[in-house]
């Protein structure tokens, strides 16, 4: 068989975060645009959202404490 193209849909620019997973034929569809996505390649930008969504994490944490010893401060002045 060969590929199949799915016409009427918009597979650009898709980060294909809306998936299917066909767990007979081991394939991962996209619910969104319809394509029929490699594993390993999902698997590895999900790897990557998960990492940048840690470090977004981290970075809201600090943010927080920065603004919560600022604002508890009983040496700071105040205005
Ligand atoms: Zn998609």
Redesign the pocket.
């Known amino acids: 068989m060969g590929q199949l193209i799915k016409l009427g849909v918009r ?1 650009k620019n ?1 980060r ?1 975060k809306n998936v299917e997973l066909d767990l007979d034929l081991r394939h991962v569809i ?1 619910q ?2 319809g ?1 029929n996505v490699d594993p390993f390649e999902w698997i590895v930008s999900v790897a990557i959202e998960e990492d940048i969504l840690e470090a977004r994490i981290s970075r809201l944490k600090q943010e927080l404490d920065g603004l919560t010893k600022r604002k508890y401060n009983p040496n700071k002045p105040k205005q």
Do not use: K
């Open positions: 597979t898709c294909h996209c969104t645009c394509a």
